[in-house]
């Protein structure tokens, strides 16, 4: 007997017969696949199960795991530590000539910010009044810089003297060196 005239099962009226190569298998496993998606074609188990975290895997959009620009990365490092003011009250310190005129910045040079005040060191007595007078205008043009209210004193230092005092002893209500260095 040849395979065509081999008996087979016979098909009843509206009943598809199997196919020989397997393509009813296949279609058979795409339907339940298709039918529960994201589920497992094979059963499940009973029991103790371990959850499986999704594997990683970058898509086409941008992810974290991704390079960033260094300066999205820098911007973000500021604001994490707290760095802002200190970065602008800096950059107001590297920019001292352009707030105050070169001139006035020839004489003097920012030292310190804490807490709302500024402290500015002068190298004469003479350049220290004359800041204390321009005071009220340093104090707006900084605090257009670092934002209103950011700087409410400027503390104007004189230049730094040297010291008369030599030895342990010395005298209650001297007169002094007579000089005011500048």
């Not at 970058?58 to 604001?79: F, I, S």
């Not at 760095?83 to 950059?91: C, I, N, P, T, Y």
């Not at 804490?114 to 340093?138: C, F, H, I, M, Y």
């Not at 209210?149 to 008369?164: F, I, Q, R, S």
């Amino acid at each position: 007997m040849t395979g065509e005239d081999a008996p087979g099962p016979e098909a009843s009226a509206g009943e598809e017969l199997p196919s020989p190569d397997g393509l009813d298998l296949a279609r058979a496993i795409t339907r339940a696949t298709a039918a529960a998606p994201g589920r497992p074609a094979t059963p499940r188990r009973s029991g103790p199960t371990r959850r499986r975290t999704p594997p990683r895997a970058t898509g086409a959009h941008p992810d974290d795991r991704d390079p960033q620009l260094l300066d999205t990365e820098l911007t973000r490092l500021v604001a994490s530590r707290g760095w802002e003011l200190d970065l602008k009250v800096q950059g107001v310190f590297g920019r001292w000539a352009e707030l105050v005129g070169a001139e006035v910045a020839d004489h003097c040079t920012p030292e310190s910010f804490a807490e709302g005040r500024l402290v500015v060191r002068t190298d004469s007595t003479a350049w220290a009044t004359q800041l204390k007078l321009l005071a009220p205008t340093v104090v707006r043009r900084v605090n257009e810089e670092l934002g209103d209210g950011t700087v409410t004193v400027v503390e104007v230092l004189g230049p730094h003297l040297p010291t008369w005092k030599k030895g342990r002893f010395g005298t209650r209500d001297g007169r002094g060196p007579r000089d005011t260095y500048g």
